[in-house]
């Protein structure tokens, strides 16, 4: 099964797919790549903007290649992807993805953002308010 994870930032994404997820599943989160490629930041959510380049371009390499697999894993395939546009969403549908969208609301998002270091609070307050104002 392909579930695809959607919400604003600090909504809890990571965390949904962490409790859901099993051994072996595919899990892809632009945070978790962006951390990997440098593991030496005190908070994984404070990358550049060369890094978040770079990790998009992994990410989106990923997500095609686990598409790819379908039916062909036993494993469940996890892509958080915090607001696909149409194109992105036809595609996931094309391949019988579940969405799931988590939504703790917006107050919840704010209050889970002050409590992360300051680094990227702005960008992504603007995230978060971009997803509400979306919807």
Request: hydrophobic residues 35%; aromatic residues 8%.
């Amino acid at each position: 099964m392909i579930t695809v994870v959607t919400g604003p930032p600090c909504a809890g994404k990571s965390t949904y797919v962490r409790e859901w997820s099993e051994k072996g599943d595919i899990i892809i989160d632009m945070d978790a790549i962006a951390s990997a490629m440098t593991p030496f930041l005190d908070d994984e959510h404070d990358y550049s903007n060369e890094v978040r380049l770079v990790a998009r371009e992994a990410r989106k390499g990923a997500i095609r290649s686990a598409l790819g697999l379908g039916s062909m894993t036993r494993h469940n395939i996890w892509i958080i992807h915090t607001s696909p546009d149409r194109e992105w969403l036809r595609r996931y549908r094309s391949f019988n993805a579940r969405i799931k969208t988590i939504d703790p609301g917006r107050d919840v998002c704010l209050a889970r953002l002050a409590e992360r270091p300051k680094g990227q609070h702005v960008k992504t307050r603007r995230v978060i308010d971009d997803w509400y104002h979306g919807r």
